[in-house]
């Protein structure tokens, strides 16, 4: 769904869709103390603060690397032995994904050598949850569906969306080595006069995973209905 579509259009477009990501949990070791003995510690609450790169990944793919949770020490005067990081990398590219998780895992060991740590002190690495690949619409299938979609709802209420920042899991259905021809269209789902109400200053459009998120549920599950049904009638070639 797209809060920002009103309810009863369509949005989509050919090519890359939402990014993949990556979720990882890190843990950042060090050698705790007192804190008012520094000098006899290695500190991991400045290593961790250093850990993420933002000069290793050209500047013209997109990628995100977000730290969602930091969990470290349990006093103001002692130097704890570990941070935990939970942390998502995004990208619209297997391959930048591949090097930006690299360059983390470089960048984050290079920091424990150069503060003195051990091989068997060096940063830990875990895939928290399976990884989500790019979706990437292809360019016939989403032109079927914009004429699908144009007769049943009107040229009007079809639009083109940007890519997305958010991951899915619709990529998993053309897995790697096996791709599949896909389409992710996203719907409207905001009443017209709240986004006017939006669009003039009076209210904020709650958005996914948000607490304001406020869809105009029925009209969107009945679009929702409708243009899964014209889809797959469409894609059979019996919808037109």
Do not use: W
């Amino acid at each position: 769904m797209r809060p920002e579509l009103p309810v009863g259009s369509v949005g989509l477009g050919a090519g890359v869709r939402s990014s993949g990501c990556r979720s990882l949990d890190v843990t950042i070791r060090g050698r705790g103390g007192h804190g008012a003995l520094p000098h006899k510690t290695i500190d991991p609450v400045v290593l961790a603060a250093q850990t993420v790169v933002s000069r290793q990944t050209n500047p013209a793919e997109m990628v995100l690397v977000t730290i969602g949770a930091i969990h470290g020490g349990s006093k103001r005067n002692v130097i704890p032995e570990a941070v935990e990081l939970k942390l998502t990398v995004r990208g619209y590219k297997e391959e930048v994904l591949d090097a930006a998780e690299a360059a983390l895992q470089r960048h984050a060991r290079g920091l424990a050598l150069a503060a003195g740590l051990g091989d068997e002190e060096a940063p830990v690495f875990h895939r928290a949850e399976p990884p989500f690949r790019p979706v990437v619409n292809n360019a016939c299938v989403t032109r079927t569906l914009k004429d699908v979609f144009a007769d049943l709802l009107g040229e009007g209420r079809v639009v083109h969306t940007d890519p997305s920042t958010g991951s899915e899991d619709f990529g998993d259905f053309s897995p790697a080595g096996a791709e599949v021809p896909l389409c992710m269209f996203h719907l409207g789902c905001t009443a017209p006069e709240r986004l006017a109400q939006v669009e003039a200053g009076e209210e904020h459009l709650g958005l996914l995973h948000a607490p304001r998120f406020a869809p105009d549920a029925e009209p969107a599950l009945r679009a929702a209905m409708k243009t899964l049904a014209a889809a797959a009638l469409g894609l059979l070639g019996r919808g037109r």
